[in-house]
């Protein structure tokens, strides 16, 4: 028995992962943002707590440049679809 052929995504799944591209981008630029001022500022300690901030820049570049590019090889229509 052969598996039945997948519908189309219809607008809203479309719209949706419009949405979970963008809010990664967002939140990968909220962390670098908190990582900087974590790095730079007095919020920690004073002189700024670079082995906080450092770390945490780097995962939020990494998640708002990465993220998007892998929930959109995820989300790629094969091709002969």
């Given at each position: 028995?052969?598996?039945?052929?997948?519908?189309?995504?219809?607008?809203?799944?479309?719209?949706?992962?419009?949405?979970t591209?963008n809010?990664?981008?967002?939140?990968?630029?909220?962390?670098?943002?908190?990582?900087?001022?974590?790095w730079?500022a007095?919020?920690?300690?004073?002189?700024?707590?670079?082995e906080?901030?450092?770390?945490?820049?780097?995962?939020?570049?990494?998640?708002?440049?990465?993220?998007?590019w892998?929930?959109?090889?995820?989300?790629?229509?094969?091709?002969?679809?």
């Amino acid at each position: 028995m052969s598996p039945a052929p997948q519908l189309p995504p219809d607008d809203t799944v479309w719209r949706n992962r419009f949405i979970t591209i963008n809010l990664t981008r967002i939140g990968g630029t909220i962390i670098v943002l908190v990582g900087l001022y974590l790095w730079h500022a007095d919020g920690v300690r004073e002189g700024g707590a670079i082995e906080i901030g450092l770390p945490m820049a780097l995962i939020g570049l990494a998640i708002s440049f990465l993220g998007p590019w892998y929930l959109a090889r995820k989300w790629r229509t094969p091709p002969g679809q």
